[in-house]
């Protein structure tokens, strides 16, 4: 038994709900266990804490949050309370963290859809409670019910070792923030119906992430069954992220990842019981920034295991083994703004100098980038099909910052459409809107389409920020995302294919029509095509 609240707009919301034993001691990096009944009733009138994650002004959302609010120009001094912005502290956090919310719109439900959201954050940060994702504006207008999760994060939720692989029944290790999330499923499964849900009407979405983790979905056996449709925001399986459990040709492994990091707290003797015992707070981050990038920035992403993930992602798209149910993807016009200044500032990115362009070569022909960076004289120029994405006139740490977004979140997006749309219904959109505030740095940057699906648009829900035209741009994603979670059409769309790569566009005008670099889409997903078996 549990009891929530009714909110003043009239939602009935569950906080907190436990759908899993806390992953703690010897539960630590195993898979998720049920959570066993209880006696009583359960309040559910909070939020649990955010899982284990870097709490530093640094990295994650908090740096990312900020930066956001610096380049707007803003004075923020005159605001209040960011709808939102949680920030994240020590206090805020626990390895105790496997919990979901219930939203479930006013005046009570039977049978509605339930749309599982799936948060962001590069797999190591944020949470399923955050301001945005528990607001009303979704479930009262679509009449729908939001299930909110969290999930194990960044070593908590990705590591492998060879002695947890010979712990387990099935001889693999990892994935374990995947398996949460199958977990937390399965609870909507068996349970929805008692909050007025359907179980047989379940639209996975995410941003970041969060899309990222939704396109994973797709392609693992475990969740088969679990959800019926999907979106991904700004996130996609692909390019391939994946990591082979064992040690492959390339020489690398996720097995080899965790050895390195268990290595770095323990020494070369240490073992996963002694590694268990170590306190959360002592590896969740490591202090220097350098050395936390190169130890953890690799535990943090899908492990094919042949258990959870029997394929790399490139492979499951390619050959049509996804599962086959309708799929809504998209991307913003500016993801970018965002996020490169967060992994390579301005100032690194001047010591670097000329060579960034061998990121490009990075994707086409790893030989050849490898020469730029030892010798960056020897650097070709870039296809064609780049052309149209340089200005050579342009500042080049702008224009480095605009070719990032689009070859890790515009062609990503394309291709993972152009391959899905060969197994069932597929819609693509474009997000690009122009923030009113008072700097035109940030453009329509990574996550900004959050604050128009939860809220009326603008900056995080900063009410100065909002205009007519924001709330009008707001109410249509909301209404083409409940459409799509109702029924797995959306009539304002024209449907993806190969043959008419029609895009849904968010911006002062609404409308479908083919991307201007579709070209260069088509151009990275032929190369990804032409490496993938």
């Known amino acids: 038994m549990i009891e929530g609240y009714e909110s003043d707009d009239g939602t009935f919301k569950f906080l907190g709900i436990p759908y899993a034993e806390p992953p703690i001691e010897n539960l630590r990096w195993k898979p998720p266990l049920k959570k066993l009944p209880w006696e009583g009733v359960l309040k559910t009138n909070e939020p649990e804490k955010a899982c284990s994650q870097p709490t530093n002004d640094r990295t994650g959302n908090n740096a ?41 719109p006013k005046g009570g439900a039977k049978k509605k859809p339930v749309m599982f959201w ?5 797999g190591r940060w944020g949470s399923g409670h955050e301001g945005n994702y528990t607001s009303s504006y979704l479930p009262n207008q679509g009449d729908v019910i939001i299930v909110t999760i969290q999930y194990r994060l960044g070593i908590f939720g990705w590591l492998a070792h060879p002695e947890l692989s010979e712990e387990s029944i099935h001889g693999v290790s990892g994935n374990y923030g995947t398996l949460d999330q199958i977990l937390a499923l399965e609870w909507v499964q068996n349970n929805i119906s008692n909050f007025g849900g359907d179980p047989n009407n379940v639209t996975i979405f995410g941003e970041s992430a969060g899309g990222q983790a939704v396109s994973s979905l797709l392609m693992s056996p475990l969740s088969r069954g679990l959800f019926h449709k999907a979106i991904s925001q700004s996130g996609s399986a692909i390019p391939n992220i994946s ?5 492959s040709d390339a020489g690398v492994s996720a097995e080899n990842f965790g050895i390195n990091a268990v290595n770095f707290f323990l020494g070369e003797n240490g073992s996963i019981e002694d590694f268990r015992k170590l306190p959360a707070s002592e590896i969740v981050e490591i202090k220097d920034p350098m050395l936390d990038n190169a130890i953890m920035a690799n535990i943090s992403g899908q492990i094919v295991d042949g258990y959870v993930f029997p ?6 798209f390619k ?5 086959a149910v309708p799929y809504l993807i998209g991307f913003n016009a500016n993801e970018g703004t965002s996020l490169l200044p967060l992994i390579i500032d301005k ?25 730029a960076f030892t010798d960056p004289s020897k650097l070709s120029p870039p296809p064609d099909q780049y052309l149209n994405l340089i200005d050579i006139n342009a500042d080049p740490y702008k224009t480095a910052i605009d070719l990032w977004g689009e070859m890790f979140f515009g062609a990503p997006a394309f291709h993972a459409a152009l391959n899905h749309s060969e197994l069932a219904n597929t819609y693509l959109y474009y997000f690009d809107v122009d923030l009113n505030v008072p700097s035109d740095y940030l453009g329509a940057t990574h996550a900004l389409e959050l604050g128009y699906l939860f809220n009326e648009g603008g900056l995080f829900g900063i009410e100065e920020t909002i205009t007519d035209t924001d709330k009008m741009i707001a109410n249509e994603m909301r209404s083409d995302w409940i459409e799509f979670a109702k029924n797995g059409r959306i009539e304002s769309y024209v449907p993806f294919s190969s043959e008419n790569p029609s895009t849904k566009i968010y911006s002062t005008e609404v409308k479908n ?3 201007w670099n579709e070209n260069f889409y088509r151009f990275m997903s032929d190369y990804w095509d032409s490496t993938t078996k």
């Open 64 to 104: 990312f949050y900020k930066l956001i609010l610096q380049e707007s120009g803003l004075d923020l001094t005159s605001l209040g309370e960011v709808s939102g912005f949680d920030e994240v502290s020590e206090i805020n956090t626990s390895e105790d963290c496997l919990y979901l919310n219930v939203i479930v």
């Open 118 to 122: 799936i948060h962001g954050g590069a």
């Open 243 to 247: 990591i082979p459990l064992k040690v």
């Open 311 to 316: 394929t790399n992602s490139l492979q499951s």
């Open 319 to 323: 050959t049509g083994k996804n599962h």
């Open 347 to 371: 100032q690194m990115f001047s010591y670097f100098g000329d060579i960034w362009p061998a990121v490009i070569w990075s994707f086409i022909d790893p030989e050849a980038a490898l020469m």
């Open 513 to 515: 029509s083919r991307l």
